[in-house]
């Protein structure tokens, strides 16, 4: 024959069961807030690093000041390549000229052969 608790035991239980479930629920919350506040905390400092080096802590304004730098660092990459090219098209002319005149004597003033 089975045993039934009685209806008093049974709704301890419950409360007990809904105490703990209770506990949990305050123990997540109180993680929750933690996290939130040390996000928020975080997000102002970065925002006062962001007002003090670029003058504003607006994300539009700083997405528009970052693609303003990224164009302003392709243009002087370009303009680096170029003077690059310039060098290196001025090295190989230099070689060139100094590579034919080491190739073909020069005549000396005397108009006679070197030797």
Do not use: C, W
């Not at 209806?7 to 919350?29: M, N, V």
């Not at 109180?30 to 102002?44: C, V, W, Y």
């Amino acid at each position: 024959m089975a045993t039934s608790e009685p209806t008093g035991t049974s709704s301890e239980q419950s409360i007990e069961e809904l105490q703990r479930r209770y506990q949990g629920l305050h123990t997540k919350k109180t993680q929750a807030e933690t996290l939130r506040d040390e996000a928020k905390k975080r997000l102002d400092e970065l925002k006062a690093q962001a007002r003090e080096k670029y003058g504003t802590d607006d994300a539009a304004e700083l997405q528009k000041k970052l693609d303003e730098m990224v164009a302003e660092n392709a243009r002087k990459v370009a303009e680096y390549k170029t003077h690059l090219d310039t060098i290196d098209q001025g090295l190989a002319e230099v070689e060139q000229k100094f590579a034919a005149s080491t190739s073909s004597p020069a005549p000396s003033s005397t108009g006679q052969p070197r030797r």
